[in-house]
Structures are given as C-alpha cells and as structure tokens.
C-alpha cells in the first residue's frame, strides 16, 4: 500500500522487526510494538492492508476472538491481569486510508494493555458510545463513521463492550485526527510516555518478548477443528 510514510503493520515494510511478531494465525498476527507505554502492550493486526476492524470480513472475527484469549491467557499467567483493556481507534472508519496528521496509512490493530484504567470513563468525556456485543458488531454499530472501540472493565470492574463515535458526523475529522495514547498515557499519570518516538519503551520491550517465549514453550490453544496445538 502506497502512502507518504510506510504502513508500520505491513509486515514486508520491515518496521516490526521478526522478534516483535509473536504469533502468526491465518489472517492475523500478534505483536509486541515499540511504544511500549506499560509493559505488555500488544497489537493484534491483519496482513493484509485494512482501515480498522470494522471493515474485516466477516470470517476473521473467529480468528480474532482467538488471538485476544491467548493475549487473555499471557497477561493472567505474566502479569497477573485478570482482564485486558482492549481498544481501537477505527480512523478509517468511514473509508480513509490515510492518517490526515501523521501522513501514514492506516491499518487496522486492535491493542491490549495489562493495566487497570476506566477506558470507558475516559472516553465517555468526549464521545457517545453505542454499546457492541464485540468487535464483529462494529460495521453495523459505526455506521461507516470513525469510531474507537473499547472492551475493558469500567469504573465498578464490570466488563462492558462499546463504539465509540462524535456527537455528530460534522465532528468526525476531530475524531479521525484525536490521538488516544497521550490520552490514556496521562490517566495513568505517565503523560510522557503517550508518545512512542518520545519514549519508545525499548527495555519493557525486550522483556515482554522474553515473557512471552517463556510463556509460549509452556502453552497450548485448540484450533478450530483441530486437537490441541503447540506454538511452532
């Protein structure tokens, strides 16, 4: 895909190095970027050049709620992190394909955090949410709009599911152009490190991939169809 800067999450575009890709499905991939605000934060994110979750084929969301159990499953046996924090912000929501700030195309990853932050208390301050049985409801419940998707517990612990949209089409370019990560970054009270090229988070990244391949040697998951597998 062609674009002023190279698209991060083409793996043949060689910005995530071998290293950093954890673990490879049919359609998806997981990952362990640079930026790492906490340790353990993690990507999951298609081959294949796509704006956001909402334009997945329908068949992939099997493969995704695969990949987000073993992401589950790592910061329960590493972290001690009974829940995730899941979110995305969908720019590309209503078909643009390249970040109107940043220049970079946008492809489509979904991110998890092993930490305790109210996602849904902090974006209901500047956005409505339409709440979502999970990421396979959001091309209905965007309605071809930008959107950010969270999937965390809220302020009482209750795991809640939701699209987050503008108050009104008219508003969506603020929403294409609003960054998320300086945003949770400072409700942790880690405002510097809400931007990767400030703080690129390279020592929590080399831990956490050292986490993950203890975690991988010792770990099995069934495929669909299949017995039980082993990483490779």
Not at 21 to 39: D, K, N, S
Not at 50 to 77: D, Q
Not at 176 to 197: H, T
Request: charged share 20%; hydrophobic share 40%.
């Amino acid at each position: 895909m062609s674009g002023a800067r190279p698209c991060v999450y083409c793996l043949d575009n060689g910005q995530i190095e071998p290293r950093q890709v954890l673990f490879r499905g049919e359609h998806l991939y997981l990952c362990a970027p640079r930026g790492q605000m906490i340790e353990g934060y993690l990507a999951i994110s298609p081959y294949r050049c796509v704006g956001c979750l909402a334009h997945f084929p329908p068949e992939w969301f099997a493969e995704l709620a695969r990949l987000k159990a073993i992401v589950a499953g790592f910061y329960r046996a590493a972290y001690r992190v009974a829940q995730p924090v899941f979110y995305e912000q969908g720019r590309g929501g209503r078909g643009a394909v390249t970040d109107r700030a940043g220049g970079f195309p946008l492809h489509a990853h979904l991110c998890a955090l092993p930490a305790a932050v109210d996602l849904h208390g902090l974006l209901a301050r500047h956005y409505a949410a339409v709440p979502v049985p999970g990421p396979e409801a959001l091309p209905e419940a965007t309605g071809h709009r930008p959107y950010i998707y969270a999937e965390a517990p809220d302020a009482q612990g209750c795991v809640r599911m939701a699209a987050y949209r503008a108050a009104s089409p008219a508003q969506d370019i603020l929403l294409e152009q609003a960054r998320l990560k300086p945003l949770i970054a400072a409700e942790m009270n880690m405002p510097e490190r809400g931007d990767w090229r400030a703080y690129p988070g390279d020592e929590e990244l080399a831990r956490l991939i050292e986490r993950f391949a203890a975690f991988q040697a010792n770990a099995t998951w069934t495929s669909p169809g299949s017995s039980a597998k082993r990483f490779p």
